[in-house]
């Protein structure tokens, strides 16, 4: 598989990362060559193998239900780009 | 008495408890010493003033009979370890001027053991680099030269370059590291530095800025075995505020790693022997099984098949996971931001301007391959195939105690070399990354010079929660080797 | 109820399945240990955690897994012994990660289902297809500021339960009657307290629209529907929206949609097109849930009696029909009050004071039981003064009224105003004797065989006693005195 560049457009979209044409035009060789990369994994068999999502085989973590956290909205907003009144501020969203 | 910048953290610690000399002069000494090697680019943050205070507390508490494990010991901190009220950028411009509120849990334990902060270390931008070349603050240079080419910077690896750099040209007595694919035990192969990435979970992940979750690990570079056992006993340890923390002992490794070797098996992983790769990495492999054997190990030729297969499922997971672990860089709580025409582009503007090359392709490819119509192919595979190289060391270690691998496939080489293709820069991890797959811990011991004159490690791999063993192998290989070699910059400095 | 639509072509039918999102009732949020109270001042329930600060790490709040199994078993549904939490990416300003944390190929509960209960006294089953655990969002406002959303992240990492339907509702009133049934399991269960105006409870509705017989025709999923009256009202509109566009030729695109409470009307959020590509995968930074059959098991004990059984419980121990069943179950403490009440009393009796006159008034000062102002207790009073002659049913009433009124025991009223029902033969008697002795013309006129007089006379004795006497003596003596 090779990543066209309406692919290449589409990931960086995906990903939230503003590119130009040139851009795109310089990322999309280079992906292709690490896809082309990774894909030498097609060679391996992998039929009946469980997937691995983490090397630790301990059972999940749990914790008390009890409220241990939070109160500092200061420290929450103190490196904000923008905030008012202990709100964050962000550019206003349309829907 | 040994030039104080010289010492190892043993030798220091009984200095100090001596009192040959106090924590506040051990300190300035080694800002003295950053202040004379700038040009190497080790720090992303000094902190002179802050190191002076702790060695001023240090030596305070070794007065008053209450010294902990580590105290008055300047160290180096990786720029990716979030400490409270320092700048903390992961190398990135995107976290440029950020201030953690708050403190990693590693950091946590080195300070409560009494360790001092000289700073925090250059790395590549979120740790994603193996030469610490895409580090938004610039490469950093290794103090050692290529004889061959003595005008050429070299890099120091990565991504941890800064902190391997730090402990190589004498300006901290160790430094803290991180290792997703290799990033500590590569930039220690390639400064002559003790590095070491204990198992997965034994070091807790909490505050340290996430590159691929289920691959990081936070481990230690020194200039001895033991000094780096010193520094992983501190920084381990059980830590409820992150889940894949592991609730075991943590053991006093340093009094252990004297132990002999004798009648341990020691395996020799036949698919790690690359075409291509340099005769004298070879030869010094051929030197280490040597070694083994003159400490009584018994050395056992196993097979690890799926080797071959690591990098590129490596290349699949840890951008995947790195794709959605950076989502949280949006210029909304923290850092940068980028004020666009709408707050779409103000996303998308301060993505772009916040995060440099190597990390854009790494979201893109991380990105691509979970995404629709791609998963099955690509992160679904790795992952079984990851499974399967867990398999493969399972397999091995039924017949072995630990492995013996070169570290690295090359030395250090010259700042701008294979930045041109990204696999030959992703080929310096062939080594080291099948132990972050199957969350194995693994250590790089300096173990000789090419004939460039720069230094080469070898790698011993454990089994899971086995770092004991590892060290003392490792102690048995920095005996044999012997290595004395300092880079020249810090033998003129020191003349 | 499987209400069809009339439309230019002929009927239609209506195809719903919905996602309830319900705040998981606990001290704490999900992955961190800051509050998951309702309305505090904005991030200050916020912990470094929930801001998606560099490095922070979710850890699993116990008592939510509690919550969930006794959630699923209220919905008997399937418990999974074995979930993963993984992360669905998107980027908005109220979701710091980036990805919201929820369970997807294996979700913590399994295939369930619900009976819910129809307005004509029906009952119908429907599918639960699953419910797993999630994080909330934050919240982002809006209107504060002309070319600025301001965002709190108060909400931000409460555990949320998304319980999935099967498309196997047919009208706005079985939508209704779902998701009422719904939250009064969770009530019941104290999972959810189901506080729609505060967000607890929130729905997505998925719509499409078939000719009976026809296959599934395409959905459209209207989001953010947020109170039963909103439930009723998309649904509604959205249906004959879609008729309307097929009708006149067109085809329904697959796509998210708004409501917009203000307009009434449903709009495109965003089409199939733009349909994210969320890329879930598993959360590295979580480890697989498992859990054990004793695990569960000792949860199952717990439960309390759920609302159907109850319903029929009652229905069978109090011989209440299914219509005054279901209202007095409707919440445990509504149940639990008419429980006290009927105890060793006449039930229907019981069910009566309760649903007509306690319920009926508490309806129309928009209060609940837990407000009202006369305990079971002295309601179970109340009856028993009515059944041991002691007041007439009549007399009853305004004792009630005074009781809502003073909250005093129905005994002390009655003694208090001298409402003591009069059974004395000999005081009855004599005011009949006045009462014949003031109307001698009338008593003519009813002995002359006018029948319907004798109405007039009882209520004269009636008026005379103060409503006091008692009406069977009343009868009977007037009777024997006239004639």
């Known amino acids: 598989m090779s990543l066209d560049k309406e692919t290449v457009r589409k990931v960086a979209s995906l990903a939230h990362i503003k590119m130009t044409d040139e851009e795109l035009d310089k990322y999309g060789p280079q992906l292709n060559n690490i896809v082309g990369f990774i894909e030498q994994l097609s060679e391996v068999d992998t039929d009946n193998v469980e997937p691995l999502p983490s090397p630790v085989d301990i059972p999940l973590k749990l914790r008390k239900d009890e409220v241990t956290d939070g109160g500092y909205p200061e420290d929450v907003l103190a490196n904000a780009p923008e905030a008012l009144e202990s709100f964050y501020v962000v550019p206003k969203v349309i829907e | 008495m040994t030039e104080l910048t010289h010492m190892t953290i043993a030798e220091a610690l009984k200095g100090l408890e001596n009192k040959d000399f106090t924590s506040v002069e051990l300190t300035q000494a080694h800002i003295g010493a950053i202040e004379n090697t700038r040009h190497l680019n080790v720090f992303v943050t000094e902190t002179p003033e802050l190191a002076l205070k702790q060695a001023a507390e240090s030596d305070k508490r070794r007065t008053a009979g209450d010294a902990g494990l580590l105290d008055g010991i300047p160290l180096a901190i990786k720029d990716l370890f979030c400490t409270k009220d320092v700048q903390t950028t992961a190398g990135s411009h995107i976290l440029e001027g950020f201030v953690p509120t708050y403190e990693s849990t590693v950091t946590t334990n080195l300070f409560r053991d009494g360790a001092v902060m000289l700073g925090k270390t250059n790395l590549d931008e979120f740790a994603m680099g193996s030469s610490n070349t895409t580090s938004f603050f610039g490469n950093v240079i290794n103090p050692w030269k290529n004889q061959s080419n003595p005008d050429a910077d070299l890099v120091p690896g990565g991504s941890s370059g800064g902190s391997s750099a730090a402990v190589a040209a004498r300006i901290a007595l160790g430094a803290t590291g991180t290792d997703t694919g290799g990033s500590i035990r590569q930039p220690a192969a390639f400064t002559g530095t003790v590095g070491v990435k204990p198992t997965y979970g034994r070091c807790s992940r909490w505050g340290t800025v996430a590159f691929a979750s289920s691959l990081d690990q936070a481990g230690a570079?020194?200039?001895?075995?033991?000094?780096?056992?010193?520094?992983?006993?501190?920084?381990?340890?059980?830590?409820?505020?992150?889940?894949?923390?592991a609730d075991k002992n943590v053991p006093d490794w340093a009094s252990t790693l004297q132990g002999d070797i004798k009648g341990m098996k020691i395996g020799i992983p036949k698919e790690y022997r690359m075409d291509g790769m340099p005769d004298e990495i070879e030869q010094l492999w051929q030197k280490g099984i040597e070694w083994m054997k003159d400490a009584g190990a018994e050395i056992i030729d196993v097979s690890l098949p799926h080797t071959k297969y690591a990098?590129?499922?490596?290349?699949?997971?840890?951008?995947?996971?790195?794709?959605?672990?950076?989502?949280?860089?949006?210029?909304?709580?923290?850092?940068?931001?980028?004020?666009?025409?709408?707050?779409?582009?103000?996303?998308?503007?301060?993505?772009?301007?916040?995060?440099?090359?190597?990390?854009?392709?790494?979201?893109?490819?991380?990105?691509?391959?979970?995404?629709?119509?791609?998963?099955?192919?690509?992160?679904?595979?790795?992952?079984?195939?990851?499974?399967?190289?867990?398999?493969?060391?399972?397999?091995?270690?039924?017949?072995c105690d630990a492995l013996l691998t070169p570290t690295a496939p090359s030395a250090a080489f010259a700042i701008g070399e294979k930045e041109d293709d990204q696999i030959k820069m992703y080929l310096n991890d062939i080594f080291t990354v099948p132990a972050n797959l199957a969350g194995l811990p693994g250590l790089s011991v300096p173990a000789g010079l090419d004939k460039d004159g720069l230094p080469l490690g070898l790698q011993i791999l454990g089994k899971a929660w086995d770092e004991e063993t590892i060290f003392r192998v490792g102690n048995k290989i920095e005996q044999a080797a012997n290595f004395t070699a300092i880079p020249e910059m810090v033998m003129q400095k020191a003349a | 109820m499987a209400q069809l639509l009339q439309g230019e072509t002929g009927e239609w039918e209506i195809v719903i399945g919905m996602e309830i999102h319900a705040q998981v009732t606990t001290k704490s949020k999900l992955?961190?240990?800051?509050?998951?109270?309702?309305?505090?001042?904005?991030?200050?329930?916020?912990?470094?955690?929930?801001?998606?600060?560099?490095?922070?790490?979710?850890?699993?709040?116990?008592?939510?897994?509690?919550?969930?199994?006794k959630t699923g078993l209220g919905l008997q549904s399937k418990i999974n012994k074995y979930s993963v939490f993984e992360r669905k990416n998107y980027f908005y300003p109220d979701l710091p990660q980036g990805y919201q944390i929820t369970q997807f190929l294996h979700p913590i509960v399994g295939e369930g289902k619900i009976e819910i209960d129809l307005p004509d006294g029906t009952t119908k089953e429907i599918g639960v297809t699953r419910m797993h655990l999630e994080q909330d969002a934050g919240k982002s406002l809006h209107d504060q500021h002309p070319s600025k959303s301001f965002v709190d992240l108060n909400r931000s990492g409460n555990a949320l339960m998304e319980i999935v339907s099967e498309p196997d509702i047919n009208s706005p009133a079985e939508a209704v009657a779902y998701l009422s049934k719904i939250r009064m399991i969770l009530r019941y269960l104290e999972t959810c307290d189901g506080n729609m105006d505060e967000g607890s409870m929130r729905a997505d509705v998925n719509i499409s629209v078939r000719k009976p017989g026809n296959d599934l025709g395409t959905r459209c999923e209207i989001k953010n529907v947020n109170s039963l009256k909103a439930v009723q009202q998309v649904i509604d509109f959205e249906a004959r929206r879609q008729i309307e566009v097929i009708e006149d030729g067109g085809e329904i695109d697959q796509e998210t949609r708004l409501w917009d409470p203000a307009k009434n009307e449903t709009r495109t959020l965003r089409s199939k097109e733009d349909a994210h590509d969320y890329r879930y995968f598993t959360d590295p930074d979580l480890l697989p849930l498992e859990l054990n059959d004793n695990q569960i098991a000792d949860i199952k004990k717990t439960l309390p009696e759920l609302p159907d059984e109850k319903?029929?419980?009652?229905?069978?121990?109090?011989?209440?029909?299914?219509?005054?069943?279901?209202?007095?179950?409707t919440e445990r403490a509504r149940a639990n009050y008419f429980e006290t009440v009927a105890k060793n009393r006449d039930s229907k009796l019981a069910a009566n004071w309760v649903i007509n006159e306690l319920l009926g008034l508490l309806n129309k000062n928009d209060q609940g039981i837990k407000d009202s102002p006369i305990s079971a207790e002295q309601l179970g009073g109340l009856i028993d003064l009515i059944s041991d002659n002691t007041i007439s049913g009549k007399i009853a009433k305004d004792?009630?009224?005074?009781?809502?009124?003073?909250?005093?025991?129905?005994?002390?009223?009655?003694?208090?105003?001298?409402?003591?029902?009069?059974?004395?033969?000999?005081?009855?008697?004599?005011?009949?004797?006045?009462?014949?002795?003031?109307?001698?013309?009338?008593?003519?006129?009813?002995?002359?065989?006018?029948?319907?007089?004798?109405?007039?006379?009882?209520?004269?004795?009636?008026?005379?006693?103060?409503g006091k006497a008692n009406p069977a003596a009343v009868n009977e003596l007037l009777k024997k005195k006239l004639g």
């Open chain 2, 221 to 245: 570079f020194a200039r001895t075995v033991e000094d780096s056992a010193l520094l992983l006993q501190s920084m381990s340890g059980h830590d409820p505020m992150d889940s894949t923390s």
């Open chain 2, 311 to 399: 990098l590129p499922a490596y290349y699949i997971i840890a951008p995947a996971e790195a794709s959605t672990n950076l989502s949280r860089y949006d210029g909304v709580r923290y850092g940068l931001r980028v004020e666009g025409e709408n707050l779409r582009d103000t996303y998308e503007s301060t993505r772009a301007e916040g995060f440099g090359d190597e990390v854009k392709r790494r979201i893109m490819i991380g990105t691509y391959v979970l995404s629709a119509g791609y998963y099955d192919a690509y992160y679904m595979k790795a992952q079984k195939v990851r499974r399967l190289i867990l398999q493969d060391f399972e397999k091995a270690y039924e017949q």
């Open chain 3, 31 to 69: 992955f961190s240990g800051s509050s998951s109270k309702f309305g505090a001042e904005p991030n200050s329930q916020v912990s470094l955690v929930d801001a998606a600060m560099p490095g922070m790490l979710p850890v699993m709040n116990e008592f939510v897994v509690e919550q969930a199994i």
């Open chain 3, 311 to 329: 319903k029929h419980r009652f229905m069978d121990e109090f011989g209440l029909g299914i219509y005054d069943a279901s209202i007095l179950i």
């Open chain 3, 399 to 466: 004792v009630f009224a005074a009781m809502y009124e003073t909250s005093a025991d129905a005994g002390a009223i009655v003694e208090e105003k001298g409402l003591k029902q009069v059974t004395d033969t000999g005081a009855i008697e004599k005011i009949i004797d006045e009462v014949i002795a003031e109307n001698p013309d009338n008593v003519e006129k009813y002995r002359g065989g006018k029948d319907k007089l004798f109405g007039f006379f009882v209520g004269q004795v009636m008026k005379k006693s103060q």
